[in-house]
């Protein structure tokens, strides 16, 4: 049974059950909008759900005979929503356009929520002849369908009381507790346990409900990690197991099938738990008092994930602070710095030097997060943090620098390493962070900032002498093209354009992103921009160009991801076949405002092994092909839809204006003008 973002049963599903009874269901909203209805309904009215679904109800063509009709069934609906029960006979139209009505039993029932507020409204209608009375009939599918409700409520309740006891748990003993004592109820079982893999043994540690007989719960501490019992089968093979009936007990669990008669049992299921690195290390254990079938996975996955989801948490919360207890051992009188920072972002551990460093006491520390013990260092600290978390990267040498309560209002400045703390089973728990003091050499360092800005003139310098200086001049064709430098970094990158003549009939066209930032990416940029130019001459099909291209990058790293839009012009027929290799598309803005995206087939960035594709358009005379990278439409505080549509609107409106300024305002409507990536603009106009 599938259930709704508020843990109920959705309205589809509540019907589906009903789908195959002879008289008609559906559900209401309390303003009457028609939700669902169900298959008898539907083809005694000649309909079909998107006939009806989403119109009020008393718009539907069952209704449509009489206005009368129409009104009443609108009475019927307000009283309900305040929770009156309606019932009266009425006709409702045939299927064959009105020249049948079918006379009914109606009734109108109100559904309540947790609140006590009318959540639903059912219809229902049962087949009226001459004399009969339904009325048992109706109000049987309607005890029916509230029974379901009602079961499906308290599974939900269940379920809400299970993932309570487990945010409040916090060791592995705690929250397994909560599962055995808890889980059952979910399932509609009256047992339930847990079972737990001790490491490097071949024993379970078992935990059962607070209310089993002590005297059966003392034989059940401990199970062999074998296959004689459920439990341990379901964590030897990673696999469910059902013993739906006495004599499948028996036959799975032949040590604890009496202490199974004790208790009234008569069937039992074990449920693995899987571990984020494939392995099991856990299993659920239910049982009823009655023969049963195996759980729909679907109904059980939820529960089992919740369930995995804590004791996860829990592994990791004892895992940190054994591991805290030995860092302090070791590393309390250390000359440097240490932490130990969890996923949370909070502090496990910390020794003395660092707790002096911070101005707070080690105590003051603990279970504190860093935006609340150094909130000056916290930007600072999260992004390198999350690298750790998410990628497993050791990395050193981070200079962080701010103030601290030790000493406010003074800049210091650290060299700190992080290093990803990992736990059998659970991957990654951590970070351990080493920190040393570094300020008196940082304000030796003026020296060095002088060579970076040296740098920075070389870099700009670097920037004019790999871009072209001029366009192609093309016969029938105007060109025009701009680049603009971040506002951060170097103000040098790796965005770049070209119109070369590979001949008189074949231009080549090219917008590129190399990827990086700064020198690095301008450097690529060289790199890539010269191979094109071999490669362009060598073949004049985009696609096998940019193939032999990925191949390159498979040598030069450095190329590796870039972007890449690249098309190969006849200027006098205006054919333009192209290919997109993670670029955003060219817009073809035609004269009299109409445009096309140029984005058939995209293909993945530089370097990605994939088939590339060549797409084949026309240039006609007015057209024009705008080019540009992703600084144009793209920004951090804005999506992207936002920018591409900026872009169309503005080259629409100057479809007319001459090209230089057409390129102009494309720049001039960028609205973050402080922004780290370069832009490049080109655009290509026939003009005969």
Same mark, same amino acid.
């Given at each position: 049974m599938t259930l709704d973002a508020t843990g109920f049963i959705g309205p589809r599903e509540a019907l589906t059950a009903l789908d195959n009874l002879a008289h008609f269901v559906g559900l209401l909203s309390p303003d009457g909008t028609l939700l669902e209805a169900n298959v008898a309904s539907l083809r005694a009215g000649g309909v079909v759900r998107e006939d009806v679904v989403g119109r009020p109800f008393w718009d539907a063509p069952w209704w449509s005979y009489s206005p009368d009709s129409q009104q009443r069934l609108r009475e019927a609906i307000d009283a309900a929503r305040i929770g009156g029960a309606v019932r009266y006979d009425t006709e409702m139209m045939g299927g064959d356009g009105g020249t049948t009505l079918i006379t009914i039993d109606f009734q109108l029932t109100p559904v309540y929520d947790d609140n006590g507020d009318v959540e639903f409204l059912v219809p229902e209608g049962a087949?009226?002849?001459?004399?009969?009375?339904?009325?048992?009939?109706?109000?049987?599918?309607?005890?029916?369908?509230?029974?379901?409700?009602?079961?499906?409520?308290?599974?939900?309740?269940?379920?809400?009381?299970?993932?309570?006891a487990l945010a409040a748990s916090r060791t592995v003993d705690e929250v397994c507790a909560a599962i055995a004592n808890s889980l059952a109820a979910t399932v509609d079982a009256v047992f339930s346990n847990i079972a737990i893999a001790a490491p490097e043994l071949d024993v379970l540690q078992l935990f059962n409900q607070n209310d089993m007989d002590s005297d059966i719960a003392d034989r059940w501490v401990t199970l062999p990690l074998d296959d004689t019992t459920p439990l341990g089968m379901a964590v030897l093979t990673g696999r469910s197991v059902h013993a739906g009936d006495p004599a499948a007990v028996a036959a799975s669990f032949p040590g604890g099938a009496a202490d199974a008669v004790r208790m009234g049992l008569q069937s039992l299921a074990a449920h693995p738990i899987v571990v984020p690195d494939g392995r099991v290390r856990a299993a659920i254990g239910l049982a009823w008092t009655a023969p049963t079938t195996a759980l729909d996975d679907a109904d059980l996955e939820p529960i089992i994930a919740l369930c995995g989801a804590a004791l996860e948490r829990a592994w990791i919360g004892d895992e940190s602070t054994r591991l805290a207890a030995l860092l302090d051992t070791l590393l309390q009188k250390a000359p440097v710095g240490f932490a130990f920072i969890d996923r949370e972002f909070c502090f496990s551990h910390v020794n003395a030097r660092l707790a002096e460093t911070n101005g707070l006491s080690v105590a003051e520390h603990i279970g504190r997060s860093i935006h609340d013990v150094v909130p000056e260092l916290a930007s600072q600290l999260v992004p390198v943090l999350r690298r750790v978390f998410d990628d497993g990267e050791s990395l050193s040498d981070i200079e962080i620098s701010g103030e601290t309560p030790a000493h406010p209002g003074v800049i210091r400045v650290w060299e700190e390493g992080f290093y990803p703390v990992r736990a059998p089973g659970l991957g990654i728990i951590g970070a351990g962070v080493v920190v040393v003091e570094v300020t008196d050499q940082h304000r030796e360092a003026t020296v060095l900032r002088d060579l970076a800005e040296r740098e920075r003139e070389i870099a700009q310098r670097l920037q004019v002498g790999l871009l072209p200086t001029s366009t192609a001049d093309l016969d029938g064709y105007e060109v025009r093209s701009r680049y603009e430098a971040g506002t951060t970094g170097l103000r040098v990158g790796g965005d770049w354009y070209e119109v070369v003549e590979i001949r008189a009939d074949d231009i080549a066209v090219v917008v590129g992103d190399a990827v990086g930032h700064d020198l690095d990416a301008a450097i690529a940029m060289s790199h890539i921009r010269n191979a094109l130019t071999g490669l362009s001459h060598a073949? *004049?099909?985009?696609? @096998?160009?940019?193939?032999?291209?990925?191949?390159? /990058?498979?040598?030069?790293?450095?190329a590796f991801a870039s972007t890449l839009f690249y098309a190969r012009l006849d200027p006098t027929t205006g054919e333009l076949r192209y290919t997109l290799a993670g670029h955003h598309p060219p817009l073809l803005l035609h004269?009299?405002?109409?445009? *096309?995206?140029?984005? @058939?087939?995209?293909?993945?960035?530089?370097?990605? /092994?994939?088939?590339?594709?060549?797409?084949?358009c026309r240039l006609e005379v007015g057209d024009t092909l705008l080019c540009y990278t992703d600084g144009l439409i793209e920004h951090r505080e804005e999506p992207i839809e936002t920018g591409r549509q900026r872009l169309l609107d503005t080259a629409v409106g100057g479809v007319a204006a001459p090209l230089d300024e057409l390129v102009g305002s494309l720049l001039d409507n960028v609205p973050h003008r402080e922004r780290p990536d370069d832009i490049v603009v080109l655009a290509l106009r026939r003009t005969r």
């Open positions: 087949l009226l002849a001459s004399g009969d009375d339904t009325s048992g009939a109706s109000r049987q599918s309607w005890a029916a369908l509230v029974a379901e409700l009602n079961a499906e409520r308290a599974q939900n309740d269940a379920l809400r009381t299970l993932a309570s073949n *004049d099909d985009p696609a @096998a160009v940019v193939e032999r291209l990925d191949e390159y /990058a498979g040598h030069h790293p450095d004269r009299d405002g109409r445009h *096309d995206w140029l984005e @058939a087939e995209p293909g993945p960035p530089i370097g990605v /092994a994939a088939p590339r594709t060549t797409t084949t």
